[in-house]
């Protein structure tokens, strides 16, 4: 019987250390990745130097956490133009996530005519689906359910084009799912000014964003400093064409508002 010890504690030890390591927390997936992720993404070595040059200013690490991002999210971007930010969300959501990019007519015929065929084409643009609409109904029936829906210094121009931003912002508000978040980043305007700059210099007042989103049922969730410059003086024109050596240093909101 004595002999048999061993054998029966040996046995008893790797059950119990079995059980430990299954007690053991898994890594959860669904939760948004953090900086050190995000870095990574953003370092990966298949990125474009005409991208990485523009990470300087647009800050990617510290946008994709502020967005909140997890792998297997359905997310959409509106005016997603030649697709920096397009690709890096495509990264943060693979491989099982999807990202529906949508660009409207007037920008597919003119600015993007070659650059946005040659961006889809990369790898990791292969959870991306290509979406020509106009923003008055900037997605497909298919897009629903959604986790993030981000517009990336883009709603001021939507308020200079014929657009009906209420109907824009209530397709929004449809397509994600409750908890879902619509995610806004703009140039600042001064405060008090509405849309009036949108055109010339290519900013907002972020207290008009706000409140023309949230009366489409929104409810602003998180604001982010990641962007800020307080020696701006809000009063240049912030388009990559205008900006020359500025560019990237606008005072800039970023915003999420929740469904609830």
Not at 81 to 94: D, I
Not at 114 to 133: E, F, G, I, T
Request: with cysteine.
């Amino acid at each position: 019987m004595h002999r048999f010890l061993p054998i029966l504690f040996a046995t008893l030890a790797a059950c119990a250390t079995s059980k430990a390591a299954s007690d053991k927390p898994a890594s959860d997936k669904s939760a948004p990745i953090d900086r050190a992720r995000a870095q990574a993404l953003v370092d990966a070595p298949d990125r474009t130097d005409r991208d990485r040059a523009l990470d300087a200013g647009r800050k990617p690490a510290d946008s994709l956490v502020f967005f909140q991002l997890s792998p297997g999210m359905r997310v959409a971007e509106l005016g997603a133009g030649g697709g920096y930010t397009t690709e890096l969300l495509a990264r943060a959501v693979a491989p099982d996530g999807v990202v529906y990019a949508q660009n409207p007519d007037v920008f597919l015929k003119s600015f993007l005519k070659d650059v946005w065929p040659a961006r889809l084409s990369r790898p990791a643009m292969k959870n991306v689906v290509r979406v020509d609409r106009d923003f008055d109904d900037p997605l497909p029936p298919e897009a629903k359910d959604l986790d993030r829906v981000l517009m990336n210094v883009i709603y001021h121009d939507v308020t200079y084009m014929q657009v009906d931003r209420d109907k824009m912002n209530q397709a929004i508000f449809a397509a994600l799912k409750p908890g879902g978040e619509f995610i806004v980043v703009d140039s600042s305007a001064k405060p008090g000014t509405g849309a009036s700059a949108a055109k010339e210099i290519h900013r907002i007042d972020e207290q008009f964003v706000k409140d023309e989103v949230q009366k489409a049922g929104f409810k602003l969730q998180a604001e982010g400093d990641f962007l800020r410059n307080p020696e701006d003086a809000r009063d240049w024109d912030s388009s990559p064409g205008a900006a020359g050596a500025r560019r990237g240093t606008s005072d800039r909101f970023a915003l999420r508002f929740v469904k609830p």
